[in-house]
T-cell receptor
């Protein structure tokens, strides 16, 4: 069965600090997709990134970067020079061929960025 | 273009009443999903539609829950004889096709008194 683990329940940082959110996944499939979503206080889930299992290249988008390592089944998310607007709950999620296309979510990491 | 929309944004109902939640997907998206978010259970999958068919209903928690999709567009999630444990935020998502990125609506917060 598939599973996504986000061991960090809550992280607090001061603005401008770098922060890494961990995500470890389990799947028996060789074809799967990994996602990160952001849920700000407004409540709407906002898509951040999608990565397929055949593409292990790291991704950078502005202050955001993602490190995908199949050897450790991890898909970690780093925010560089964090800002107060980054405060949100971040969810890692998995889709594999065993689950049709439904998302299996981790429990989320609440990030609090203070001045 | 417009994103996924859901109505109502909030719904308060009494135990035992039926409720209907509506989802309007992004235009042209063939796949539609319902999820539920509650404090104790996190984000849970409920049902998946491809067109008007529901190939995966495995997440519906009981036979009090049903959903339909018409015209390959709007979907309605119906909860009959609501119970307090049904209180949650119900999220709808759509994707261009199966396996594509899912985009979420703002959710409907359901409170059962």
């Amino acid at each position: 069965a598939q599973k996504v683990t986000q061991a960090q329940t809550e992280i607090s940082v001061v603005e401008k600090e770098d922060v890494t959110l961990d995500c470890v996944y389990e799947t028996r499939d060789t074809t799967y997709y990994l996602f990160w979503y952001k849920q700000p206080p407004s409540g709407e889930l906002v898509f951040l990134i999608r990565r397929n299992s055949f593409d292990e290249q790291n991704e950078i988008s502005g202050r955001y970067s993602w490190n995908f390592q199949k050897s450790t089944s991890s898909f970690n998310f780093t925010i560089t020079a964090s800002q107060v607007v980054d405060s949100a709950v971040y969810f890692c999620a998995l889709v594999d061929t065993g689950t049709a296309s439904k998302l299996t979510f981790g429990t989320g990491t609440r990030l609090q960025v203070t001045l | 273009g417009a994103g996924v929309s859901q109505s109502p944004s909030n719904k308060v109902t009494e135990k035992g009443k039926d409720v209907e939640l509506r989802c309007d997907p992004i235009s042209g998206h063939t796949a539609l999903y319902w999820y539920r978010q509650s404090l104790g259970q996190g984000l849970e999958f409920l049902i998946y539609f491809q067109g008007n068919s529901a190939p995966d209903k495995s997440g519906l928690p009981s036979d009090r829950f049903s959903a339909e999709r018409t015209g390959g567009s709007v979907s309605t999630l119906t909860i009959q004889r609501t119970q307090q444990e049904d209180s949650a935020v119900y999220l709808c998502a759509s994707s261009l096709e199966e396996w594509s990125t899912q985009y979420f609506g703002p959710g409907t917060r359901l409170t059962v008194l």
